[in-house]
T-cell receptor
Framework: AQSVTQPDIHITVSEGASLELRCNYSYGATPYLFWYVQSPGQGLQLLLK????DTLVQGIKGFEAEFKRSQSSFNLRKPSVHWSDAAEYFCAVGPTGQLIWGAGTKLIIKP | DGGITQSPKYLFRKEGQNVTLSCEQN?????MYWYRQDPGQGLRLIYY???????QKGDIAEGYSVSREKKESFPLTVTSAQKNPTAFYLC??????????FGPGTRLLVL
């Protein structure tokens, strides 16, 4: 069955520390891969996407993600988080018209 | 300014009442989507439309209906058959085969 797993429901990180949010997927072929961010009560904003080519993808707000085919993973990273990064992060995979979504990881920033 | 608008921001439904959520986009996107978001869960697809006058059921279409009479508009009706309508509803649009972009959402509450 096709699925997306974000193993961490919550992650707490100190401001200025590095961040890695995990995303693992089960999919029959190499899917398109996405990370979106959602602030409370808001819509989702696209952080970055992977369609093909270089497996290290740069996104907005200083985020990057690496596609690892052998591990079926697409982890999101940021070298130094800011208080404004506190939000919920969603990983999604699939053909663009029928995305499969992870349950999300809520990022909490400690001052 | 191009984008996706959803209205209203908050909507209250009485028992046995149908309510309609509005979604409009001026991005000239072909495809539009409706998602439901519940706490602690990823997004679940309700309906999607790839072209005017055509739409398909998603994973949780029961109790919902849509229309796509104009390219820029994709209203969602939550019918009285939907017994648990309280949720955050997100509309998205995309060019065919391209990335989905999201509106700000509508929160539906039951009185």
């Amino acid at each position: 069955a096709q699925s997306v797993t974000q193993p961490d429901i919550h992650i707490t990180v100190s401001e200025g520390a590095s961040l890695e949010l995990r995303c693992n997927y089960s999919y029959g072929a190499t899917p398109y891969l996405f990370w979106y961010v959602q602030s409370p009560g808001q819509g989702l904003q696209l952080l970055l996407k992977y369609f093909s080519g270089d497996t290290l993808v740069q996104g907005i707000k200083g985020f990057e993600a690496e596609f690892k085919r052998s591990q079926s993973s697409f982890n999101l990273r940021k070298p130094s988080v800011h208080w404004s990064d506190a939000a919920e992060y969603f990983c999604a995979v699939g053909p663009t018209g029928q995305l499969i979504w992870g349950a999300g990881t809520k990022l909490i920033i400690k001052p | 300014d191009g984008g996706i608008t959803q209205s209203p921001k908050y909507l209250f439904r009485k028992e046995g009442q149908n309510v309609t959520l509005s979604c409009e986009q001026n991005l000239n996107h072909d495809a539009m989507y409706w998602y439901r978001q519940d706490p602690g869960q990823g997004l679940r697809l309700i309906y999607y439309s790839q072209i005017v006058n055509d739409f398909q059921k998603g994973d949780i279409a029961e109790g919902y209906s849509v229309s796509r009479e104009k390219k820029e508009s994709f209203p969602l009706t939550v019918t009285s058959a939907q017994k648990n309508p309280t949720a955050f509803y997100l509309c998205a649009s995309s060019m065919r085969g391209e990335t989905q972009y999201f509106g700000p959402g509508t929160r539906l509450l039951v009185l």
